[in-house]
T-cell receptor
Framework: DAKTTQPNSMESNEEEPVHLPCNHS???????IHWYRQLPSQGPEYVIH???SNVNNRMASLAIAEDRKSSTLILHRATLRDAAVYYC?????????????FGQGTELSVKP | DVKVTQSSRYLVKRTGEKVFLECVQD?????MFWYRQDPGLGLRLIYF???????EKGDIPEGYSVSREKKERFSLILESASTNQTSMYLC???????????????FGDGTRLSIL
């Protein structure tokens, strides 16, 4: 299974942008890139996903490199509530649907 | 908003007991999943189901079974609990869409299971 590599931890200041990097050098042409986050004592929460083009939604932006071997999740203005573990995941097609392969994630701390 | 509800937040059982973890979703999703989460190992897929009465093994199915008798409910069963099954268990659901549609998964808040 293709894997992702993320830094173990990152720090940010409140109200500043945050760029969370992810490497996925073994990605295949049909693998989508998903991002989830997990707040303390909660289950993971979907953030965003994309295939080739950059994507925006109300939570974040996803910038995907032209060769698709890396991507960056962008939080435009970090808040204290954004402190969480962020997972960069490749969605693998599997039988009738697909499955997410979670890595270790990046623990983001946000300082006031 | 999608609601995935797991029956217990905390559960303590004894070695050898049969344990049932229940999960219910309210969005008529076809796909449902069971994961376990352990420090240093991340989330690992145990089983998933893409329709009523259908099930597929995930990456670590040994020691577990599942039941999907109704679309909204997906049960994880530990036939004879062992201490190495102490973990956080997470249930998720997703719409099927089409095979390539990559529908997001919606997670419950987890059941922390301790086997003594």
């Amino acid at each position: 299974d293709a894997k992702t590599t993320q830094p173990n931890s990152m720090e940010s200041n409140e109200e500043e942008p945050v760029h969370l990097p992810c490497n996925h050098s073994t990605i295949s042409g049909t693998d989508y890139i998903h991002w989830y986050r997990q707040l303390p004592s909660q289950g993971p929460e979907y953030v965003i996903h994309g295939l080739t083009s950059n994507v925006n939604n109300r939570m974040a932006s996803l910038a995907i490199a032209e060769d698709r071997k890396s991507s960056t999740l962008i939080l435009h203005r970090a808040t204290l509530r954004d402190a969480a573990v962020y997972y960069c995941i490749l969605f693998l097609l599997y039988n009738q649907g697909g499955k997410l392969i979670f890595g270790q994630g990046t623990e983001l701390s946000v300082k006031p | 908003d999608v609601k995935v509800t797991q029956s217990s937040r905390y559960l303590v059982k004894r070695t050898g007991e049969k344990v049932f973890l229940e999960c219910v979703q309210d969005m008529d999703h076809e796909n449902m999943f069971w994961y376990r989460q352990d420090p240093g190992l991340g989330l690992r897929l145990i089983y998933f189901s893409y329709d009523v009465k259908m099930k597929e093994k995930g990456d670590i199915p040994e020691g577990y079974s599942v039941s999907r008798e109704k679309k909204e409910r997906f049960s994880l069963i530990l036939e004879s609990a062992s201490t190495n099954q102490t973990s956080m268990y997470l249930c998720a659901s997703s719409d099927r869409g089409n095979r390539n549609s990559n529908q997001p998964q919606h997670f419950g808040d987890g059941t922390r299971l301790s086997i003594l």
